[in-house]
């Protein structure tokens, strides 16, 4: 029997929606090269490998990669790989497990939402807070004028394990139109912490949720950026986006490439930090093994 291998669908309210990821477990001592190589097979954004396991204390040691490299963490890849961790491994229901992975200790609640499915929720670590840019700077990278940016609120570099610029557009429209210069932007991004976007507006489509964003790079749109939304709940808070020190909202993604994904945010300024909660739905699609 080679390595288990399970093909789930995080952030998704139903299946084949939300951000596709394989998740491996790794029973036979797989190399990074090895790991690398496969997740460039799959082509997701992300694969990720379960390579250590304390069932007793519900730990799991992990890695993730991206077609080009691994990360030190992602959101999608750590509640589809929790899912499969309780469901596949555990085989049974838990209130929570810890994922281990090179950004440290990650905790995952399990919650049971409204429709009776399972809500699993990720506690990030507390935002950092960097550099803020000028509209007049990022906009022409996108395509956008910087009178499209809501100039109310900063573009500014947060990280909850991975670094983001945060975009605050005014309109559905402006966001729906953005065209990444890739090149422009990596030049620009050479010397700054974040090297991806998050670009948002306060209109989404779907009645009952309160934000619409995007995550563009130079090789592909994301459907569901769990770490990017992460960073983004601390950046609403901080800022006081929603005029309060606390959210708990719906974020619209994926939709302009057929991915439609819905992610749950939670976060409130506690003392001098801010506590991030990111959340979504996961749907299992495939079980095999890697031959």
């Not at 990669?65 to 750590?78: I, K």
């Not at 983001?164 to 700054?192: G, H, Q, T, V, W």
Request: aromatic residues 10%; charged residues 25%; neutral net charge.
């Amino acid at each position: 029997m080679g390595n288990a291998l399970f093909i789930v669908d995080v952030f998704a309210e139903a299946k084949l929606e939300g951000n596709q990821l394989a998740v491996v477990v790794d029973k036979e001592g797989w190399s990074t090269e090895q790991m690398q190589k496969f997740t460039k097979e799959m082509n997701f954004s992300e694969s990720t490998f379960i390579t250590a396991s304390d069932a007793e204390k519900r730990v799991f040691k992990m890695r993730i990669f991206t077609p080009v490299g691994e990360l030190p963490f992602a959101g999608h890849p750590t509640l589809g790989t929790a899912y499969v961790a309780a469901k596949e491994l555990l085989k049974k229901d838990v209130p929570d497990l810890t994922l281990d992975m090179k950004a440290g200790l990650i905790p995952v609640a399990f919650q049971k939402a409204p429709d009776g499915k399972q809500l699993l929720w990720m506690k990030q670590l507390n935002p950092e807070f960097g550099a803020t840019h000028k509209a007049e700077d990022i906009a022409p990278m996108f395509g956008l004028k910087a009178s499209d940016i809501d100039t109310r609120f900063p573009i500014q570099e947060v990280s909850t394990g991975v670094w983001f610029y945060i975009i605050p557009l005014k309109k559905r429209e402006a966001l729906k139109r953005i065209k990444l210069d890739a090149e422009a932007f990596k030049r620009y991004s050479a010397d700054n912490k974040a090297k991806w976007p998050l670009l948002f507006c306060p209109e989404p489509e779907a009645k009952g949720n309160h934000l619409k964003a995007r995550m563009v790079t130079d090789w592909t749109e994301d459907p569901a950026t769990g770490s990017a939304n992460g960073c983004l709940a601390g950046y609403l808070v901080k800022h006081r986006y929603f005029g309060t020190p606390q959210i708990d909202i719906r974020v619209e993604q994926g939709a302009e490439i057929g991915r439609p994904s819905i992610l749950y945010l939670r976060a409130e300024e506690v003392k001098n930090s801010i506590d991030v909660r990111v959340g979504g739905k996961v749907a299992m699609v495939a079980r095999g093994e890697v031959a």
